[in-house]
């Protein structure tokens, strides 16, 4: 547990996402011990004023709690910590920011499309995009695994479900890395920029929502455009909205998932042969074990709707309620020895895709199947692969990311 007393604890202050994991996990063990939802100060988002304030939610069964009582903490008022002006909360928000029964009509439009034809047809695409990623690297010995390995499937395979031609795929990892690197120096500095990459995506997705609308191919856009729920379509600025949200959500977590996972294996070599021993066995609890572990979507925001309370603590209507997921996947009430990486764990009901209600993470299985088997060509075809330096972290209280990772493995020829 960290030597800062509870009221010294200051999430919204960015010095504390430059630190490194284990000074957070103890700052967030202080406040499930203590101050399980403590009150918090916002950061400034560029010229926009700092909110008033929000009530961090750290334990396990609250988090789980809010989550599932939709009515009561809702989603339409925002779901980051800052408020967006509206301009731009449009762009971002799609269905992740929106509640019942717009939210319902819009994911029961998108769920009719992930049906298992399609899921079948991308199953194969997966094994054979991660194959081409592997043959990519194989014959250099070292190379960066985040950029050359681990973002590439996700980026592929979300780009190819939706109809986005290869040579814009390296555009689309851009634009995503600009809009969830906000607050990381190396990314968007500026409003405008942020606004720039989303623009550009939203106009994208337009144009390819337009084009599928008049001449449907056999993609994930062509089947969300014509999809009908009680006779109503979704509109090209919802479809719009959504891309943004599905691009990004389907390129920037995954690929974290993966790269936490080789870091995590190469520091406990126990582990890694307990999984190599048995890949298809153990990669059932592997995989959740790395979505608790990384936690690569570290919160996501609800607004009360009516006064109420949680873990004890009393909350108004209209105040914010940050679900810190990182923390509840930490909750040593919850999890035997929570700070072990067991590729064996059981029962492991993390929080780590959300903690259930109606928002829960709807490329949950698609994430599953990607992580299994990257991880399978990894280890049939690069099986002394190792991670050689330090992980260069993402500064973000939102998404747990790695920008770079070395590696190194015997080449083949
Ligand atoms: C390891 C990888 C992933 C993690 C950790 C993750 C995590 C999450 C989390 C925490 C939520 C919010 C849940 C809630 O509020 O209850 C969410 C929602 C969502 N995720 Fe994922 N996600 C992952 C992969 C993906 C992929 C690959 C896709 C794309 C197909 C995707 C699409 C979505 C969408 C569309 C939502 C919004 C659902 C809604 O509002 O109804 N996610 N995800």
């Not at 800052?82 to 301009?87: A, K, L, R, W």
Request: contains cysteine; hydrophobic residues 40%.
């Amino acid at each position: 547990m960290t030597d800062l007393s509870v009221d010294a604890i200051a999430l919204s202050d960015p010095e504390l996402w430059a630190r490194p994991d284990a000074e957070r996990e103890a700052v967030f063990a202080r406040l499930r011990a203590e101050r399980p939802v403590s009150w918090h100060a916002e950061p400034a988002f560029h010229q926009y004023p700092a909110g008033p304030g929000y009530w961090a939610v750290t334990r396990f069964d609250d988090v789980w709690r809010a989550s599932r009582s939709p009515e009561t903490f809702i989603s339409g008022k925002g779901v980051n910590i800052g408020d967006m002006p509206v301009e731009i909360s449009e762009f971002f928000g799609s269905m992740i920011a929106m509640d019942a029964p717009r939210h319902s009509k819009l994911r029961g439009i998108v769920q009719r499309a992930f049906t298992p034809r399609h899921i079948a047809k991308i199953e194969d695409v997966i094994s054979q995009k991660a194959t081409e990623i592997v043959d990519d690297v194989a014959t250099e010995g070292e190379v960066d695994f985040v950029t050359q390995i681990a973002a590439q499937l996700p980026l592929q395979v979300i780009c190819d479900m939706m109809g986005i031609p290869a040579s814009s795929y390296q555009r689309v990892f851009e634009l995503t890395n600009i809009i969830l690197g906000v607050g990381d120096p190396e990314f968007a500095q500026t409003l405008e920029e942020l606004m720039a990459a989303a623009m550009e995506l939203y106009q994208t997705a337009m144009e390819l929502g337009e084009a599928r609308l008049a001449d449907p191919a056999d993609d994930l856009t062509s089947a969300l455009m014509h999809a009908e729920v009680d006779g109503e379509r979704i509109t090209t600025q919802e479809f719009g909205s959504f891309f943004i949200l599905l691009v990004v959500a389907g390129n920037e977590t995954t690929r974290n998932a993966i790269s936490h996972e080789m870091k995590a294996l190469t520091d406990h070599p126990d582990q890694r042969r307990l999984w190599a021993d048995d890949f298809w066995g153990v990669a059932p609890t592997a995989v959740e074990e790395i979505v608790r572990w990384a936690t690569p979507v570290i919160h996501f925001r609800r607004t009360a709707s009516r006064d109420t309370e949680l873990g004890g603590q009393a909350i108004a209507e209209g105040d914010k309620v940050v679900l810190w997921y990182s923390s509840a996947n930490r909750d040593e009430s919850h999890f035997a020895d929570p700070h072990r990486f067991d590729v064996r764990r059981t029962p492991n009901d993390h929080v780590g895709f959300g903690a259930g209600g109606p928002h829960f993470c709807l490329g949950a299985n698609l994430a599953r199947r990607e992580i299994t088997v990257m991880f399978d060509e990894l280890f049939r075809r690069l099986p002394d692969l190792q991670i050689t330096g330090e992980p260069a972290m993402l500064q973000s209280a939102f998404i747990h990311g790695i920008k770079r990772m070395p590696c190194a493995f015997t080449p083949s020829r």
